[in-house]
């Protein structure tokens, strides 16, 4: 079946760190690939995409590159900032599922001054 | 900007009681998502809708209808609720059926059932 792995969190980071969080696949297909970001209280925002293999997405400094020999797509960022703070969500929908997007447990990130 | 509104940020419902979570989307979507988020679950599919009056059943359908009577909304209906319906129920829209478009999120409804 399809599905989505993420490391377990939290982690735990000082202001400008670097960050990575590992994400991996199993589809059926070729599925598009997404990070959502949800901060407290509010609910899930898209914060990238990749829809093919070698794609990379990238926003507010975020990036991830689809990587199908691996099956993964890992979130990094050069310099995290305390606003970074938040559950991010790896996820993938396969074609011809009625775009129904299928999450990994989501990953919480405290980034501290 | 697409936007996502659910009707209640907060609820409170007793055990029993027939219950009803809205959702508006603004921008002509084709489908439509119920998810429920739990801690150390994720967010799970409930129902969805591709299309006005069509509904398909999601994961985690049992407890739970939906109703589409217009493009623009989409109701989940809890028929008797019970306490381990207590959850973060998520709403979400997207343009169409085609994989690489994302799906935009509401704000969220907490849901307790004492």
């Known amino acids: 079946g399809n599905s989505v792995t993420q490391m377990e969190g939290p982690v735990t980071l000082s202001e400008e760190a670097f960050l990575t969080i590992n994400c991996t696949y199993t589809?059926?297909?070729?599925?598009?690939l997404f990070w959502y970001v949800q901060y407290p209280g509010e609910g899930l925002q898209l914060l990238l995409k990749?829809?093919?293999?070698?794609d990379k997405g990238s926003n507010k400094g975020f990036e991830a590159t689809y990587r199908k020999e691996t099956t993964s797509f890992h979130l990094e960022k050069g310099s995290v900032q305390v606003s970074d703070s938040a559950v991010y969500f790896c996820?993938?929908?396969?074609?011809?599922?009625?775009?129904?997007?299928?999450f990994g447990a989501g990953t919480r990130l405290a980034v501290h001054p | 900007d697409v936007k996502v509104t659910q009707s209640s940020r907060y609820l409170v419902k007793r055990t029993g009681e027939k219950v009803f979570l809205e959702c508006v989307q603004d921008?002509?979507?084709?489908?439509m998502f119920w998810y429920r988020q739990d801690p150390g679950l994720g967010l799970r599919l409930i129902y969805f809708?591709?299309?006005?009056?069509?509904?398909e059943k999601g994961d985690i359908p049992e407890g739970y209808s939906v109703s589409r009577e217009k493009k623009e909304r989409f109701s989940l209906i809890l028929e008797s609720a019970s306490t381990n319906q207590t959850s973060m129920y998520l709403c979400?829209?997207?343009?169409?059926?085609?994989?690489?478009?994302?799906?935009?999120f509401g704000d969220g409804t907490r849901l307790s059932i004492l």
């Open positions: 589809a059926t297909g070729y599925p598009s």
């Open positions: 809708s591709y299309d006005v009056k069509m509904k």
């Open positions: 996820a993938l929908i396969v074609s011809g599922g009625y775009n129904k997007l299928i």
């Open positions: 979400a829209s997207s343009l169409t059926a085609r994989s690489n478009q994302p799906q935009h």
């Open positions: 921008m002509d979507h084709e489908n």
């Open positions: 990749a829809t093919k293999a070698d």
